[in-house]
Every structure is written in C-alpha cells, then in structure tokens.
C-alpha cells in the first residue's frame, strides 16, 4: 500500500517549485513529476495550480523561463532559478528549518521537562 | 527591486498580450498532452488519457485566471471590462449621458473660466520678489484739505473722506529722506498714453515714471542690458528708458540691438537702456505693464507745467506721484505709520504753509502686493456677483446630475441583483457604477477643460473696450479646474453610490421581485422631487437675475442722450508739449479743425476735451458775478454728489453743438467770431440755469470758474442756453454743465475730435489720417472709436452682466427641462402598475393624468416660490449695478417665476400624458 497522501500545507508550494527548478531546468510538468518524485508521492499537488505560482515567481524574478524543445519533440516552457531565486531559496529554506526546529522542540517537551 | 522587476514584467505582459496568452494556453496543452502520454504508458486508451489529464489539471480557464493574476492583470482586464460595459451602457441611453456630460461641461468650464479671471483680478500679486512686504502709500483728505489739485485717482471712504494715493513730489522727497521705519520709498506715475516712435514704427504706449531705487528696491532685474539708477533720475542726467518685454517683442522683434538706440516719446529722444523682464508689469499692476519705463525726472520734459506755469518736480500744491515702500523687519505698518505721518505733517508744513482752518491730511499705509489694485476696484463687485452665479450653476449641474443617477441607479435596481445573483460580489458591483462615472465623469472633464479654456481667452475680451489693444492675458487656473472637476466628480459618485449600496445590500431575492409591483411605493429616502425643486428653485433665481441684467440694458439702451450719436467718428490728438507749447497746440488743434472740415464727406467736426459717455469729467467751482464768492466743494464733497457751488463743464470747439446734435434753447451757439482775442463767452445748460440762475434769464450774466479767490480769471459772459445731455454715463441724470471754447483757454492738450461724416468708418479714417498726415507727419490719431462704440464701452460691464447670466439661465432652463423630464418620467414608471389598478378601477383618465401632474405642478410651484424669494434677496445686493429702482423689477422676477413654471408643466406633460394612454391591462402588466 502507497504511504498516505497529504495536501499541501499553505504557503510551501513556492519552495517546492524553487527546489525543483534548483536542481535543474524543468517544464511545469516536469516541475510537477519532480515533486512529487523526491516527496516519495506523499504530496497533493492541484496540477493546474502549479502554473499561477510558477507566473508568480517568474514575474518576481526568482526564475526565469524560456521556450525549448521537450524530450517527446515537443514545444515547452523550461524554467530555470535564477541568482536571485537562489538567494530567496536559500533564506526561505533557512528560515523553514528553523520554524521545523522550533515547532519540533515545541512539540517534543514533555510533562517532566517543564 | 523585486518592485521594478515585477513591474517590467507586468508591462512585457501588456505589450505582449496576444503572445502571452497564446503562450500561457501552448504551456496548459503541453501539460496535459504530456500527462496523457505518461497515462497512456500506463494503460489507458488515449481518449481516457486525456480525459484524465484534463481531470487531473481542473478547471484550464480558472488557473488561466490565476496565471493572470500572478502577473498583475487581472484588474486590469477587469477594469477594461469595466469600461466596455460603461461605454455600452451610456451608448444605449444617449439622452442620459448627453445630458450627465452636459452638466458636467457646464459646471467645470464656467467655474474655471469664472475663478480663472477673478483669481488674476483679485488674488493674483506683483511679479516681484517677495510683493507682501510691499506697501502702497495713501492718504485720507477731510473736508477742506490743503490738498486741492490732484492727477491720480480718488475714492470715497465710508467715513466721507477722500482717499488720494498721490503726493507732491516735493513731499515725496522728503518722505525718502526722513523714513527710518521702511526700506527705501521710492515712486512711480504712469503718465498715460504718449506718441512712441522707434525702430520706424509710431504707436501709441502708455508711459511708466519711475524714481531712480525704484528697480532697486523691487529687486527686479532687466532681462537686457541695465536698470534706470538714482543718477539717471536727475533733470541734468541724458534721457534714457527701459522697454517691456511686450513692447520690444512687438516693435523690436525680440532684437537685442534696441540697447542703446534711441525711442522717442512725445518727440523727445530717449536712449534705450535695457529691457524688463517677461511678465514684469511694474508696480502699477499685477496684469498689464505699460511699454516704456523712464525716470520720474523725465516729467518735466514729457509734460507741461502745471497749470499755474510750475514744473512739476518743485510744485507742492499738485499732488500726482504713486509712493510704495517695503516694510522693514520688526517694524509693525501701525509704527511707521505713526513715524511718516509726522514727517508727512512737517512737510505739508514746510511746503503748503497751510491756513489755520485748513486740515491737514493723513497718511495710510496700505497692501502693496498688487499694486494700485485699480482693476480689482473695478471689477470686484461684477467678479463677485458673477463668482455667485457660477457657483449656482455648478449647484444646478451637481442636483441635474444626482437627480439622474438617483433615477438610474432606480431603475437598474433589478440589474444588479440579476448580477449578484450570477454571483458578482458587492464590490464588483460597486465597481462597475463606479467606472461609469469615472468615465461620465472624465467625457465631462475634458469638455469643460475645453470650455473653460475657451472662456478664460474670450472674458478678458469682454471686459475690454473695442478700440483699446490691451495686452491682457488670463492664465488657465489649473487647481480650480481639478477643485470643479473633482466636486462634480463626487456629486455624481456619491449620488450613483448611495443607491446602489443600498440597492445591493438587499438580498437578491427581493431585489428581484421589488419591480414597483407594490401599489403603494414606500419612499425611498431620497426622492427625486426634492432635487428636482431645488433645481426649479436655482433656475428661477439665474433666469431671475439674467431678466433683471436684460431690463437694465435695454433701459439704458433707450435713454436718450440728449446728443445724436450716429454717424460719429471720435479720436484723440495729443500734441507734443515740446514742439507745441501752449498756446501753439491750440493754433494746432484749430487748424486740424480747419482741414479735418474741408475733407470731402465730413459734414461737421468739432473738439472737445471730455468724449461724451466715456466715464470723464471736469469739474470747477462756478462763481455768478455779483454773488459772494462761495468756496469750491473739495474733491471730499464732489464724489459726495455735493454739486452745490460747482458745475461740470467742456472745453469744445464752435461748431460743437452743430456736430453732436444738441439744440440751443436759448440765445446762441459758439460761431468764428468767438476767438482768442474776443470776448470770453460760454454756453450753460437747463440744470445749470436751475441750479444758479433760478427764474432769471441767465443771458448777458457773466460768471467766473475756480474757487472765486483768483481774481487772475476772468469773467465769462453767458450767450446762449443748450438742451440738457448725458454727459459722463448714461446712468446719471444730466448734470449741470457749461461749454466753453478752447481757443480762449490757455492751454488745450489732448483733445478728442468729434467726426460727423455718412461715410463709413472704414473708407472716413485712412482720409482722417492723411489729413492730419499733412499738419504734422509725426501725429498719430489715438483711440479711433464711434460715439456708439464709446457708448457701448461704458456699457461693457452690463452687456457682460446681461450676456453671461442669460447664458447661464439658458443653459440652466435646458438642464431643469431635462431635469424635469427625467424625474416625470421616473417617477411616472414607477408608478405605471399603480395608474393601471386606478384606471381599472373606474377613474378617468383625465383623472389620472391630472393627478400626476398636481404632483409636478406642486414640485414646480414650491421652487418657484422659493426661488421668487430668493431672487428679492440676490436684488439687494446687486442693485447697485442695476439701472431703475423699485417696483420695475418686480416685473422680470415674476416673468421669470411664470417661464419656469411653465416650463415644469410643459416637461411634465408628456410623460403624464402618456401614462393616461395606458390601457388598463397593459399597465397592470408593465414591468
């Protein structure tokens, strides 16, 4: 049986996309398959929604696209991080493992330690 | 950054909307094809691949949207949805937006063009550094003042008094010297029109003199070459002037070369030195500069002396410089006040040796910031009145266009709920009235920039005589223009807002059945009759007051003059003192009389030394020989109407009476034996006889000008007795008045030469001209005018008064008919299902159509009341500028009550007859 699906939690779809196209130049579908291959399929992602936030960071300037060809031969829209977009990753990812430290610690005390 | 990014994307996205649109849909396909490739290697057929993917994907057109969103142009796409919808919706009610952009038009240009005016002839100041420090200098004169002989101008103070804001030269001088309470004082004159010739072009020009700190100490540089200095202003200095910038663009061409060639004025040379300033108008006024500046010095040789032989620069009985002064840091106007009324006291006394009932007069220091201000005392009263009107007419404009939004905003009631219920949310709502008024608002905004544009050039035109070429501009005022603009703005929002707020907070449900199907219509609030009374109310009170402006003229149109002003040609001739000392200018101005006679189509002519109806005068004490001498009223008592021991009089050539058409009643009229060297005659009129000769035959009697003091004058012998004129205005009853011939006087000066010839205008001048041409090459003809023309001058501010609110009444009528029309017809609507059940019912329908017109008849008859009433109110304050008192004006006030009542009954007519030819059912069924 595959692990339980989860939605996602609001707000963390821009950090996905950033990793994803950090680690290469992808297409929105390729974007998509990526997530949901190093979250171990665990994640819901709506596949329409995908692309607003994708407009969204490009018109931020935190990646950058341009049209190439795909593996199939097609025409598609590859999107890649730029200098930028790696500075705002790095400080959101920072900022996401002291949040997931502190909300860890919170969540671990016990009675005793009180 | 990430803001400027953001928004070259934003403006890529604009320019390159098809291409992104088409890129955004490649992107969505490719999507979806990739998936369903990836489907079919799982197994599935390719059509439930794709139908799969497209599951997957959800709604294409909403996350499309979202796409949009991210790049900022969704609201714009809303907003152009907006105005698409706004445009069709005041497309298919042209009635409605003609007349909501007519407001508009209406309101914003008339208030623009209004304030635009008044701003420069009331608020505007000096174009000097810092004009509020600025102060003008006056003084007030009490009943027997030493000071007796002026050249300025002179008002009458609530107290009685005199204020004069001139001074002797001499005094001048010692106020400069003694001040230690002001920045340095200094002096002006504007000498008037003087005869300037340079660069081979003779014009007319007024004529500034300025004291030597004058520039100095209003820190005004010239734009070329140098400022007159304190050594130039000195009768041994060389003649030297400045030009404004105006004149030298004109005559010069804008040529740099003009420094240090010669102008001269009134025939005497002048060096050109330099050159003002654009927009440097001088200390006299904020709007229009006069062309030459010289020194004060240069009186003497510009003017000829007093009339008592003195030159003007030592006289200290004629008081004629215009004195200004900058306040000095700390020092309080009430001080220096107090400190140069001392020095002005000892200087009187030192100068004038004042007798002991004599008084001497105080010196006031008044605001300097827009000089003499003579402008704003003209106009201020027309310009406040008129200030009034428009600000009526943009109330009327503002209830027109609440008035139609209330009634729309009504009838589009079900709309809106249709829309919420399709689910727009109450904002989008909102958002839609609102971009129809902001785009009412903006059709309107730039007709009434236009307009007012229009106006403020056409104004000035206006208030401007026909022959006079004065360089008088009116900046566009732009904050009035935004201020207007934005008022009406509001009105139209606020009143489109309100309705559909309330229309939208109702929920759907009832919004949709509420379509007047109720017989009885529980008021909503705000009616339109109230509006639409207000707006009867308004119009009344223009169409009142433009009724009573009209009477006024038409009056002053049929009063007869007493002289016949058709066929008149006037001009003036000013000969040079220079090359004519007295009495050569009389020789002169003879034998222009001479061969101005003999041109082929002049019937007559003949001189005078005040026009007729042209706002002049002289005035001199009027001593009958074997009375006591009884003393001239002061200046004080004759702007006081005291007339008592004075008379007006004329200095006119022989054949005067013959050329304007004035019977002598009594004896005879001036003829050619009445010359230099013959007896001193004159010629009186009726009041005169009145006034001084009460049942006596005045023929024979002999009287003397002045005071009655100088024994110099001699005694004058009356030989005849004119009809009475008109003399200074057409307002004022003929005055007493005697004529005297010019060719016994002294000295003559400028006189005005009256013309009558059937030869038009047009062919008579240039023969005018070459005449005078042959006397003297270097004399040009001043001010060519008809009498009519000059009549009609001194009529300029009732045909502005009469033209400009019969505009405005107008313009306000049409907007009430609409007005009118509109709300009948709402409220008519409203009430078709009501009239339908009374028509079933059995009542009539002249019973019907009657009811509903009580209603308007009521609505008009209250407005107009109020209106009547309100127009009584607006006569006491403009009864000073109307002509006939009393029970005369009651007339215009209540046709104009009678025009707008009808007018509410004509508009309502139509809507309450065609409700009347509803049948029953149809009417029952009406939605």
């Known amino acids: 049986m595959p692990p339980k699906q989860i939605d996602l939690l609001q707000g963390t779809l821009d950090l996905l996309i950033l990793k994803a196209v950090s680690l290469g130049k992808l297409h929105g579908y390729g974007v998509l398959l990526r997530i949901q291959q190093i979250s171990g399929e665990q994640l819901i992602i709506q596949q329409g929604s995908l692309y607003p936030a994708l407009y969204r960071l490009e018109a931020s300037g935190a990646i950058s696209s341009e049209w190439g060809e795909s593996e199939n031969n097609r025409r598609a829209k590859y999107y890649s991080l730029t200098a930028a977009g790696r500075k705002q990753f790095n400080a959101e990812t920072a900022r996401w493992n002291q949040m997931a430290g502190i909300m860890a610690t919170i969540l671990n005390v016990t009675a005793e330690e009180i | ?927």
């Not at chain 2, 740099?256 to 060639?261: D, H, L, T, V």
Request: net charge positive.
């Open chain 2, 1 to 927: 950054m990430a803001a400027f990014t953001r928004l070259r994307s934003w403006l890529h996205s604009i320019l390159h909307r098809r291409q992104l649109e088409n890129d955004m849909a490649d992107e969505v396909r490719f999507h979806i094809e990739a998936r369903a490739d990836d489907l079919e290697r799982n197994g599935f057929t390719r059509p439930e691949a794709i139908r799969q993917a497209r599951l997957e994907f959800g709604n294409v057109a909403v996350h499309q949207d979202g796409m949009r969103a991210s790049l900022g142009l969704r609201w714009l796409d809303d907003i152009v949805a907006d105005l698409h919808y706004a445009a069709r919706i005041l497309r298919h009610s042209p009635g409605f937006s003609m007349v909501a952009i007519a407001s508009l038009t209406l309101a914003i240009g008339a208030n623009t063009a209004i304030f635009s005016l008044a701003n420069e002839a009331l608020i505007e100041r000096l174009n000097v550094p810092n004009p509020k420090q600025l102060r003008l200098f006056s003084i007030h004169n009490s009943h027997n003042s030493v000071v007796n002989s002026t050249w300025g101008s002179w008002g009458i103070g609530d107290d009685g008094s005199t204020r004069i804001d001139v001074f002797s030269y001499p005094i001048f001088r010692a106020l400069q010297q003694r001040n230690s309470v002001m920045q340095p004082i200094f002096g002006f004159k504007n000498l008037g029109r003087g005869n300037l010739s340079t660069n081979n072009t003779a014009t007319a020009g007024q004529v500034e003199m300025v004291s030597g700190n004058y520039y100095a100490q209003l820190q005004v540089q010239p734009s070329l070459g140098r400022a007159i200095r304190e050594s130039d202003d000195s009768l041994s200095a060389p003649n030297v002037a400045l030009l404004s910038d105006g004149y030298w663009t004109r005559v010069w061409n804008r040529d740099p070369s003009a420094i240090g060639r010669t102008i001269t004025i009134n025939s005497v040379p002048f060096t050109i030195i330099g050159i003002n300033p654009r927009g440097f108008t001088g200390a006299k006024s904020v709007q229009v500069s006069s062309d030459v500046f010289v020194p004060l010095a240069a009186v003497a040789v510009l003017r000829s002396p007093t009339r008592k032989g003195e030159s003007w620069l030592s006289t200290p009985d004629n008081w004629w410089v215009q004195v200004m002064a900058r306040t000095q840091p700390g020092v309080a106007d009430a001080t220096a006040q107090a400190a140069l009324n001392t020095v002005l006291a000892g200087a009187v006394q030192d100068t004038m040796h004042p007798h002991k009932d004599q008084t001497v007069p105080t010196l006031n220091i008044e605001d300097g910031s827009r000089g003499l201000n003579q402008i704003r005392r003209v106009l201020a009263k027309p310009l406040y009145i008129l200030l009034g009107m428009t600000a009526l007419l943009l109330l009327i404009a503002c209830a027109n266009l609440a008035n139609l939004m209330l009634a729309r905003a009504a009838t589009r009631q079900r709309e809106m709920g249709i829309r919420m219920a399709l689910g727009a949310g109450r904002a989008r709502v909102m958002r839609q009235v609102l971009t129809e008024n902001l785009l009412l608002a903006l059709l309107g905004g730039i007709a009434g920039l236009v307009v007012g544009r229009l106006g403020s050039t056409v104004l000035p035109k206006l208030t401007m005589n026909a022959w006079e070429d004065t360089q008088l501009n009116i900046p566009f005022h732009w904050p009035i223009f935004l201020f207007t603009a934005a008022i009406t703005m509001l009105t139209g929002v606020l009143f489109s807002m309100a309705p559909a707020l309330q229309a939208t907070r109702s929920d759907v449900n009832s919004a949709l059945k509420d379509t007047g199907r109720s017989s009885t219509r529980r008021s909503r609030g705000f009616n339109g009759k109230i509006l639409v009374g207000f707006q009867i109310t308004l119009c009344t009170l223009l169409v009142g007051s433009a009724a009573l402006f009209f009477q006024t003229l038409w009056k002053l149109n049929h009063i007869d003059p007493g002289f016949n002003p058709d066929h008149l040609v006037l001009f003036d001739i000013l000969p040079p003192a220079r090359r004519y000392p007295a009495p050569q200018d009389i020789v002169l101005h003879h034998r222009l009389e001479q061969a101005i006679a003999a041109v082929p189509g002049v019937d007559t002519v003949s001189t005078t030394d005040v026009a007729l109806i042209a706002d002049n005068m002289n005035v001199t004490g009027f001593q009958v020989e074997g009375q006591a001498p009884r003393p001239a009223g002061d200046t004080a008592s004759i702007m006081g109407g005291d007339m008592s021991n004075n008379s007006r009089f004329s200095n006119v050539g022989n054949d005067y009476f013959h050329t304007m058409g004035i019977p002598i009643v009594a004896g005879r009229a001036f003829n050619d034996h009445d010359t230099e060297t013959s007896k001193r005659v004159g010629i009186v009129n009726r009041a005169l006889v009145q006034q001084f000769f009460p049942n006596t035959n005045p023929i024979g009697k002999r009287f003397r000008t002045g005071d009655g003091k100088d024994e110099a004058n001699r005694w004058i012998e009356i030989v005849g007795i004119a009809a009475d004129i008109r003399y200074s205005g057409l307002r004022d009853d003929p005055p007493p008045l005697f004529f005297i011939p010019y060719r016994q006087q002294t000295d003559a000066g400028l006189l005005t030469y009256n013309v009558r010839s059937s030869v038009p205008p047009a062919t008579l001048v240039p023969m005018l001209r070459s005449v005078v041409a042959q006397v003297d090459a270097n004399l040009p003809l001043i001010d060519v005018r008809t009498q009519w023309e000059q009549i009609d001058a001194s009529l300029q501010q009732e045909h502005l008064f009469a033209s400009l609110t019969a505009g405005f009444g107008v313009l306000a009528l049409l907007l009430a008919i609409v007005g009118i029309y509109g709300m009948m017809s709402y409220r008519v609507t409203q009430r078709t299902q009501e009239m339908g059940v009374r028509l079933a019912l059995g009542a009539t329908r002249t019973q019907v159509r009657s009811k509903a017109m009580r209603e308007a008849l009521w609505t008009g008859l209250g407005g107009v009341l109020a209106g009547g009433f309100a127009t009584a109110l607006l006569l006491r304050v403009i009864k000073s500028t109307l002509y006939g008192a009393g029970a005369a004006n009651a007339l215009p006030i209540t046709a104009s009550a009678f025009l707008l009542l009808l007018v509410t009954l004509v508009s309502a007519w139509l809507p309450c007859t065609r409700i009347a030819r509803l049948e029953p059912v149809d009417a029952l069924r009406h939605e």
